[in-house]
């Protein structure tokens, strides 16, 4: 089985996550600025991980995504950090990406991420500490069970299609 965690980060968040998640995989994590393009078709199981951005995946990632060629019946997983919200819309919006290239999406997994904002206050700073140790074990062990379901299919899962015979 081979798979490939591919990331986008800008201030390191996703990129903890997606070295947890590559650990439980077994693999290391990639960025999405170095990722092989030419690796990606011999893939069993293409696991993406992007901040939250304006309540969805990032525009680096949804244009990486876009890149991929179809890979009908390959494994696709999905990963995201985020401020406070936006998640749910985010793993959806990459499962219907991953989906229109054929590939069979396992579901994802989201932690808070560590920001800094500007407020009436002045700078702050936000989910301090996030992702935490608890968090990345979570990812670690949620990168293991992707193992189990990313197995190429053998020619006997196949369903061989009924032939009509003539009597
Ligand atoms: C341009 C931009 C847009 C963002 N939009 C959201 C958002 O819609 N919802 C949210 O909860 N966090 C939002 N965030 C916060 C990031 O998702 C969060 O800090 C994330 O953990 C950053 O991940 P990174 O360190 O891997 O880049 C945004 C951050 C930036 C820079």
Request: some cysteine; charged content about 20%.
């Amino acid at each position: 089985m081979s798979a490939l965690v591919i990331y986008h980060s800008e201030s390191g968040n996703t990129r903890k996550l997606a070295q947890a998640v590559a650990t439980g995989l077994g693999v290391a994590a990639v960025s999405l600025e170095s990722v092989d393009m030419t690796r990606v078709p011999d893939c069993d199981l293409i696991c993406v991980g992007t901040p939250v951005q304006y309540g969805g995946p990032s525009r680096a990632v949804r244009k990486f995504i876009a890149r991929m060629p179809a890979m009908p019946g390959k494994r696709a997983a999905a990963f995201c950090t985020m401020h406070a919200s936006g998640d749910a819309k985010t793993i959806h919006q990459l499962q219907l990406l991953f989906e229109a290239k054929g590939m069979v999406f396992l579901g994802g997994i989201s932690a808070r991420g560590w920001s800094r904002l500007i407020g009436r206050i002045g700078p702050r700073i936000f989910n301090r500490g996030r992702p935490n140790q608890e968090e990345l074990a979570g990812a670690e062990a949620w990168g293991r069970s992707l193992l189990s379901q990313s197995q190429p299919l053998r020619p006997a899962d196949v369903p061989v299609p009924e032939v009509a015979t003539t009597p």
